[in-house]
């Protein structure tokens, strides 16, 4: 009996012993979420702040007494405190029933006003001036804001209003109205964008609650804006269960075109105020579904310009547009027999508007070519094996081109984003930023200078200004500290370079390690997975190396991968083109291929342990991988999953996956729920207007017409963002720590952090 009892003692004893230790492991993840490790560093990143007219900026700092802001003389390359801060706390105590403390001003708006040894800003709610010369301050009446209905010309003459449907002008000088369009009618109304983010409630219909957009030119003379239609366009619903007050469930509608539907069509009119003229661009109104293609002016105001995407993304125009006419003139086709790249096209002009510069990737890279004002083709700029993923200045004085492209130098990561000038003809390729690191490039309007913030996921941010000609350092402004991050243990992740399924491509990824990191023992392993071909998962920089999720999941004990594989963005054409109609394809097969290199070197990676997890996108890949890999991927979590493509929004699918078409079906995650084998917990919440939550109560009803075991979790009144929710947090923690690390986790443990 006395050894029973004494076993029994040693169980529980052991039992406390294991709870205890995970109840830990739960506290410290918990301190590495973002908003906890974000705190535990100062100055990883730098917000430049041009003063307009000089080649001056200023800046904030955290130092260890607190906030401090700088100005940086651009002539003479120097900085220094903007401000005496203790003069400047005491002059807005005097406004205020409190003390305001110098280390920590939290002034916003703020304005340096040139040769005034003035500043202009707003604090506690209020706007204020105060004269660096002797700190008086003063309190400052704030504009009026202008209803978002209304649109007010460069020089105050004109207001030009959105109402029933139509435009009206007013002249604020004698007050006279004037109607500008008669026709405007509901869903097809003049100057009215169409905002992502509007829902309607179902049990009161569509308040008419109208915003504007419009542009102006310089002069205040025209104006011009668009005529969207949306008479045709569906809509998709989410239903509320725990509304706001009340016990009634409430419906919500939002507009959003499923692929291969009717779109919003646009068109554009400009507006003369002086004649009152209404002139309709002489363009055929086509698809955009986020309404986000909008014309600019150019010459003396006598020319717009614009882009616009055929839908299906094989093709973009540029044209020019006669503002007295209407006429529109094609300047430049770009087309593909995949898709064109959205983010990957950019399109600037020279300062005296006589020529412009056009990325394209019809060479196989994204590269600048050179164009004249009437889209005649000059030459190509950039040449070789790289992307450009930026044109930041254009010196039309001496006919030199600043951009941003992924690195071209030999062993080093493609990823890593650098600064090269050439002249217009593309004689000369100058590297102005020579490190195995990744550049954030700041040019400022005026100055002969650059300001290149630089790191690594295993390298501290340095912010430096360097020579525009040389590329050399010439002041140093700021270097990241991390002294409480290292306290709380925390080590750099790993990058790596491995070979994608074809044994030939190299591929990069990221390791994040638990800080008890023990190499003699073995770990399961996560894959953080996102395939989207518009977007790179992997941490390139210090600031998202470590301030993201992946941290606090791996400090939970698990071996946490990331990885971008082929089909991903900003490599060349034909690596991007790998997720063309294959969007089924482009994350699994290399991600296993990576995983198993990496395993080849790395003993404490146990293979037979692996799960995968993701969101959106990402939420598609993680199930489907754990559907059409079951012999390696044991569980996932898949939250906010767009499982099939064809309850998506258009534009994404279109662009990636072409019209709908056989291929859809194929690569639809509920045609696969019958392969189900390992442990799945899907998560949506139920106001996600991005991917509607259809999509993962569809994939569980595959799931249970196949008497599949799987968890489905959906969360009240939340949106598309889930990555803050505590519960979400706890949930995904408690799924992989129970199925894949095999062990019981922290009873209900609470995460505070997102209360």
Not at 278 to 285: A, Q
Not at 417 to 423: A, E
Not at 544 to 552: E, I, K, L
Request: contains cysteine; hydrophobic residues 35%.
């Amino acid at each position: 009996m006395k050894r029973l009892t004494v076993l029994l003692l040693l169980t529980g004893l052991s039992l406390f012993s294991v709870s205890q230790n995970m109840l830990e492991r739960y506290q410290k993840a918990e301190k590495f979420l973002p908003k906890n490790i974000s705190n535990l560093t100062r100055n990883v990143n730098l917000n430049i702040n041009e003063v307009k007219g000089t080649s001056d900026f200023w800046y904030k700092l955290q130092t260890e007494k607190g906030e401090r802001y700088y100005y940086f003389d651009g002539e003479n390359i120097q900085s220094e405190e903007a401000f005496d801060h203790s003069k400047l706390a005491a002059s807005l105590s005097e406004f205020i029933t409190k003390q305001v403390n110098p280390d920590s001003l939290n002034i916003e708006q703020l304005v340096f006003i040139p040769g005034e040894n003035k500043i202009e800003f707003s604090f506690d709610t209020l706007l204020f001036e105060t004269d660096l010369l002797n700190y008086s301050t003063s309190k400052r009446e704030k504009e009026k804001p202008t209803p978002k209905n209304q649109s007010i010309s460069p020089n105050k003459k004109w207001i030009v209003e959105v109402r029933k449907f139509n435009l009206f002008l007013t002249n604020t000088e004698t007050g006279d109205e004037i109607q500008l369009t008669d026709d405007g009618v509901e869903k097809y109304e003049y100057a009215t964008p169409l905002s992502w983010y509007k829902m309607v409630d179902e049990s009161k219909g569509d308040k008419y609650d109208p915003s504007i957009s419009v542009r102006w030119t310089e002069d205040s003379k025209k104006f011009v804006t668009m005529r969207l239609d949306r008479r045709k366009v569906g809509k998709l619903f989410l239903y509320q269960s725990l509304p706001d007050s009340g016990f009634r469930a409430k419906v919500w509608s939002y507009e959003r075109a499923l692929p291969g539907e009717p779109a919003i069509m646009e068109e554009y009119y400009i507006f003369d105020v002086d004649s009152l003229s209404k002139v309709k661009v002489d363009v055929e109104p086509f698809a955009d579904f986020t309404a986000s293609i909008f014309p600019t002016w150019q010459n003396e105001n006598k020319e717009l310009y614009f882009a616009r995407f055929k839908r299906g993304y094989q093709s973009i125009e540029l044209f020019r547009v006669n503002a007295e006419t209407g006429e529109a003139i094609t300047l430049l086709t770009d087309s593909a027999k995949t898709m064109i790249e959205t983010q990957t096209v950019i399109c600037k002009w020279t300062e005296d508007e006589s020529q412009f510069f056009w990325t394209s990737e019809r060479d196989g890279w994204n590269h600048i070519y050179r164009y004249d004002r009437d889209g005649n083709f000059l030459n190509q700029v950039t040449k070789g094996n790289f992307a450009v993923r930026g044109i930041e200045k254009i010196d039309n004085e001496n006919q030199l081109i600043y951009f941003v492209a992924g690195s071209l130098e030999e062993n080093v990561d493609p990823y890593y984003r650098n600064l090269y000038v050439t002249n217009f003809e593309g004689n000369f390729l100058t590297l102005l930023t020579n490190d195995k690191t990744d550049h954030q490039i700041r040019i400022p309007e005026k100055g002969d200078y650059f300001v290149d913030s630089y790191s690594r996921v295993d390298r501290p941010t340095d912010h430096v200004v360097r020579s525009v000609e040389s590329g050399e350092i010439i002041y140093r402004l700021a270097s990241a500290s991390l002294d409480p991050l290292f306290a709380k243990g925390w080590k750099f992740p790993e990058p790596f370079k491995v070979k994608a399924r074809d044994g030939e491509t190299d591929i990069y990824g990221l390791i994040f390690y638990p800080t008890n990191f023990d190499s003699a023992k073995t770990y399961p392993v996560l894959d953080a997975t996102y395939s989207g071909p518009q977007a790179v998962r992997t941490p390139k920089t210090f600031s998202r190396g470590y301030n993201n999720y992946d941290v606090s999941i791996a400090e939970l004990g698990f071996i946490v991968v990331t990885i971008d594989g082929l089909g991903t963005a900003w490599r060349s054409k034909a690596f991007h083109d790998f997720s063309y109609k294959n969007l089924g394809d482009i994350g699994a097969e290399d991600h296993i291929a990576g995983l198993k290199q990496l395993a080849e070197t790395r003993p404490w990676m146990d293979l037979n342990r692996v799960g995968i997890y993701g969101h959106s996108a990402g939420g598609y890949d993680a199930a489907h991988a754990l559907l059409t890999h079951p012999e390696f991927y044991k569980v996932a979590v898949s939250s906010a999953g767009n499982h099939d493509h064809r309850i998506a929004k258009a534009w994404w699918p279109e662009q990636y996956m072409g019209m709908p078409g056989k291929h859809y079906d194929e690569q639809s995650n509920f045609n696969l729920a019958g392969n189900l084998e390992g442990k799945l917990l899907l998560i949506h919440g139920d106001m996600d207007n991005n991917v509607n939550t259809a999509s993962s109560l569809r994939m569980a009803a595959e799931l249970i017409k196949h008497n599949k075991d799987f968890e489905l979790l959906i969360i009240p009144n939340r949106n598309h963002g889930l990555a803050d929710h505590p519960y979400f947090i706890r949930k995904r923690w408690d799924y992989f720590i129970k199925n894949l690390a095999g062990e019981k986790p922290p009873e209900e443990y609470e995460i505070k952090t997102y209360k």
